[in-house]
């Protein structure tokens, strides 16, 4: 089984620029979260997608930010206009219902740098 | 007042020693109690979840929850040098939409 797949793992952007994070979540998986972690802090909840909805989108910034997790393919963390302030680890973690929201399987990150 | 509270550490533990983790957190209604282990560079795994008051053990590990005093710990037996890294303490509210995290304890284990 192949487990929660995240590309690219490494991204770099110039200021202004936009980026694109992919997250492919275990196979059965229908639910995915996306977290933000800063340098030396721990990890700070995004958005919370179904296939083709977004549950719970109140950790997403108001600007640039936007998730999406279609019928086909991964779920996709757009951030337009990137800032230096934007530069973090960024995680998906995939699980396969409501009820197993405690098994939460993460990827192994996306790190994006903003020169 | 954050809604995970964890001491950043570092804590230091002799090799063989226990390390003991603290957490606290402010929404009293919380359900669900997860331990992260995240070695440096790396994305987090779970090693422990707790559910009710009292004790839960999973080999060296041991997570203990009082909902009364909204605390949650973490205790790791004969520690090791391969246990040195952040543990971060998360929990699922009632709604279950998502987890909030501490800001993460790092431990080191000294040989």
């Known amino acids: 089984n192949a487990g929660v797949m995240q590309n690219p793992r490494h991204l770099v952007r110039r200021r202004g620029q936009e980026a694109r994070l992919r997250c492919s979540p275990m196979?059965?998986?229908?639910?995915v979260y996306w977290y933000r972690q800063l340098p030396e802090e721990g990890l700070k909840f995004m958005v919370y997608?179904?296939?083709?909805?977004?549950?719970?989108e109140s950790g997403m910034p108001k600007e640039r930010f936007s998730a999406e997790f279609p019928k086909e393919g991964p779920s996709i963390l757009r951030i337009q206009q990137v800032v230096r302030g934007d530069s973090a680890a960024y995680f998906c973690?995939?699980?396969?219902?409501?009820?197993?929201?405690?098994?939460?399987?993460f990827g192994p990150g996306t790190r994006l740098t903003v020169l | 007042q954050k809604e995970v509270e964890q001491n950043s550490g570092p804590l230091s533990v002799p090799e063989g020693a226990i390390a003991s983790l603290n957490c606290t957190y402010s929404?009293?209604?919380?359900?669900?109690f997860f331990w992260y282990r995240q070695y440096s560079g790396k994305s987090p795994e779970l090693i422990m979840s707790?559910?009710?008051?009292g004790d839960k053990e999973d080999g060296r590990f041991t997570a203990q929850l009082n909902k009364a005093s909204q605390y949650v710990s973490l205790l790791i037996r004969d520690s090791q040098p391969s246990d040195s890294a952040t543990y971060l303490c998360?929990?699922?509210?009632?709604?279950?939409?998502?987890?909030?995290f501490g800001g993460g304890t790092r431990v080191l284990v000294k040989p």
């Open positions: 929404d009293r209604v919380s359900q669900s």
């Open positions: 973690a995939s699980f396969r219902d409501r009820a197993d929201t405690d098994t939460q399987y």
């Open positions: 707790i559910y009710s008051n």
């Open positions: 997608l179904q296939k083709e909805n977004i549950i719970d």
């Open positions: 998360a929990v699922m509210g009632a709604a279950g939409n998502k987890l909030t």
């Open positions: 196979k059965g998986h229908s639910h």
